[in-house]
């Protein structure tokens, strides 16, 4: 009833009897009256829903804040992982199999077993450390999604905030179990083939399953049966860097498309069958004893190879970039900053997103000088991303305060 009592204190309503005149010693027409009611009974309803789908600790809140956490957590290894690993394992790598292959036609399989041990621990260092930058940023993508759809989720809102809480556990608790994979290995673990890091994280991932499947039961609740339609500001936001974010969002999944394409027409199985020539060329190689064939073959398929990383990189971080700016476009109105900041961190984000798959996809020509301009892009959505994280943590505050504030805040609506 709150509502109803703004309206009194506010004497934007006649309560009366029907017919009577209005007067505020003006004869203001009753038209009036009823417009500003309406005005004033709409920017409340809007209001009361804003604090029933983002209240303290609230389901929404809870998928907001841990899954722009995630991201910016995922970012932020992935930048030190680039800088610090990716490039040092990469020739390690390479070494170990040019080793490998000179060991064979020495005939000692000592060495070239134990070179391929080291290749093997190498990939797995590199795998895990990859697969916990992709989780991590996944599940934070996954979290913003189900934000957004939060209000569609026909449950209770105490079931709806332990979901959250279920997901964001497994969410963490994945990517730490297989960041230790490399480090914990079997030890002391009761399966000979799966270590403890790895009973983890597949537990993390099972939390993560169940928490999405039962709001996937939500949803189809909600469109099931005859629902009203809740009453959502974010999908009906027009501010302008919500439409920046959207539409260069759009542009850069549209752009990861069409250079997918254009890579899977054109280049695609020209490198499948560069690789098996390859293969075949190290093989005949060894057959012969001919070193130089060896190492040059070798040398080719590291360029290869390099060529399908960097345009398949370049491809996925285009398309999820875009994506992120999509989903933070519905989120604007939770970012409290100045609108020309608001618009300012928009565009460095969507920048920095355009420049990182570009500079990407430039490595094999220009080398660490294109890698340190990626690693520069990466952190300028970094600290766009952790702008808007701060702009909603003070929204949350203002709004925590300002029920706290309202005299009536425990009375029933």
């Not at 305060?401 to 005299?407: C, E, F």
């Amino acid at each position: 009833m709150r509502i109803l009592k703004e309206l009194k204190e506010r004497s934007l309503i006649y309560v009366g009897i029907p017919g009577s005149s209005i007067t505020d010693g003006n004869k203001v027409s009753r038209e009036i009256y009823v417009s500003r009611a309406q005005t004033l009974i709409d920017a409340s309803v809007a209001r009361e829903s804003e604090l029933a789908w983002f209240a303290a600790m609230s389901a929404r809140r809870l998928l907001l804040l841990g899954g722009i956490g995630l991201i910016l957590t995922g970012m932020i290894f992935g930048d030190i992982f680039a800088v610090f690993t990716l490039h040092q394992n990469a020739a390690q790598v390479g070494a170990n199999l040019a080793a490998a292959a000179n060991a064979a036609l020495a005939g000692n399989r000592h060495v070239v077993l134990a070179n391929f041990q080291n290749v093997g621990a190498f990939l797995e260092n590199r795998g895990t450390k990859v697969d916990t930058h992709v989780h991590m940023i996944d599940f934070g993508y996954l979290a913003l999604l189900l934000a957004i759809l939060q209000p569609w989720v026909s449950f209770a809102e105490g079931l709806k905030k332990k979901l959250a809480w279920v997901f964001l556990a497994g969410a963490w608790l994945l990517p730490i179990g297989v960041y230790l994979i490399h480090y914990v290995g079997l030890a002391h673990s009761p399966v000979k083939a799966i270590g403890w890091a790895s009973i983890a994280a597949d537990f993390g991932g099972l939390l993560v399953l169940v928490a999405t499947f039962a709001c996937l039961i939500g949803l189809w609740m909600h469109f099931r049966g005859e629902r009203a339609k809740p009453t959502d500001k974010l999908l009906g936001d027009r501010s302008t860097e919500g439409r920046i974010l959207f539409a260069g969002g759009l542009a850069l999944v549209l752009v990861g498309f069409f250079h997918g394409a254009y890579y899977a027409a054109a280049d695609l199985y020209k490198h499948e069958a560069q690789e098996y020539s390859l293969l075949a060329q190290m093989t005949a190689g060894a057959a012969a004893g001919a070193r130089a064939v060896i190492n040059t073959a070798l040398a080719s398929y590291g360029q290869l190879q390099g060529a399908k990383a960097v345009n398949i990189a370049a491809h996925a971080h285009s398309i999820e970039f875009g994506l992120l700016a999509i989903m933070l476009a519905f989120f604007q109105p939770y970012v409290r900053l100045r609108e020309s900041w608001k618009r300012r961190w928009a565009g460095v984000l969507l920048f920095g997103s355009l420049l990182l798959p570009v500079c990407v996809l430039m490595e094999m020509k220009y080398g660490l000088v294109a890698g340190g301009l990626a690693d520069f892009a990466g952190l300028l959505i970094i600290f766009a991303l952790l702008a808007m994280w701060i702009g909603i943590l003070r929204y949350t505050g203002e709004l925590d305060a300002s029920i706290a504030n309202t005299p009536d805040s425990g009375d029933s609506q």
